[in-house]
């Protein structure tokens, strides 16, 4: 049995990073056929759909459920109803900046390295709730700067729009990150991941009907990517990483979760035929390195912090 819960443990993140890896691959060709509003708003009612049989078969299978009482009922509900809207919005902006950045220009490969930078983000903006930055991490801030400068910035120090945008979108998902840490101390996480796609649809929606005209024909030759990314990035990869979880060592989680952006481009080069420079490429090692490198803790350190 624990065997099996090892298993678990590194084959479920190993397969999130892959699905999530690939999906950017399925997101750069779906960019040169429709806006990031119409993208997002399909996507998340698949998602949703999924979501909603994956909670159920939860429902059906989970035993030793604890009995709430009616209190207790309707505090989950205004939790679930306030998680759904806060995550769903910060989702949906971030989604919106990342395809947006994608549709500019941005190779998928890129994409996710930027994207990792919330990573090293999390930390940091811990330090607006007095949460203590250790020195890794500021050590990987300070690597994330210069690979973000190999990545992004060209030989006249200018920034393309599609990196900009794909920069706004790690910063608004490091925002994401911490708001769904807040929330799903007390609610479910798969119901609150349905919530915030929910909301999220919704808003990408409206931002469809005024801001861009659906091209229906477009759409149905972008079924498969998009099928792929709401099933699978958004419904199954978020389930397996909730399952991995379960009595894991969270770093070690994130750092196999990481996975996704060198599988981004690995992705790109095989199915896209992108490629990047040899600088790119140095730039995408130093973001790797410092993805892992703020999830670690030096054991003196932690050997000081049990002491006292």
Known sequence: MKKMSQV?????????????????????????????????????AVAVAVLLVIIRIFDRFSK???????????????????????????????????QAGIGAGTDAGKAGFITAL????????????????????????????LALYLLCIKGDFTLA?????????????????????????????VKLCCAQF????VLSAIGMVFFSHPDWGAIWESALPILYVGIFSSGVAYSLQILAQKDANPTVITILLSLESVVAVIAGALILHQRM??????????????VILAQLEFPIKKKNAENV
């Open 8 to 44: 678990r443990q590194v084959v479920f993140p190993v397969l999130s990073a892959l699905i999530w890896g690939t999906a950017f691959v399925a997101q750069d060709v779906v960019a040169d056929k429709m806006d990031a509003f119409t993208f997002n708003a399909l996507r998340s």
């Open 277 to 290: 420079t040899a600088r790119e490429y140095l730039g995408c090692v130093i973001m790797f390195i410092a």
């Open 118 to 145: 919330y990573v090293v983000l999390v930390p940091v903006f811990g330090l607006f709730f007095k949460r203590k930055v250790s020195l890794p991490v500021w050590i990987a801030v300070g690597l994330s700067v």
């Open 198 to 201: 929910f909301v999220c649809g």
């Open 161 to 189: 729009p599609g990196d900009l945008l794909i920069l706004c979108c790690a910063v608004v998902f490091a925002a994401h990150i911490l708001i769904i840490d807040h929330f799903t101390a007390t609610v479910d996480g």
């Open 64 to 98: 030793d459920k604890p009995q709430r009482t009616e209190a207790e009922k309707k505090y989950d509900r205004r939790q679930l109803l306030w998680g759904g809207l806060w995550c769903g919005l910060a989702l949906c902006v971030a989604s919106n900046f990342q």
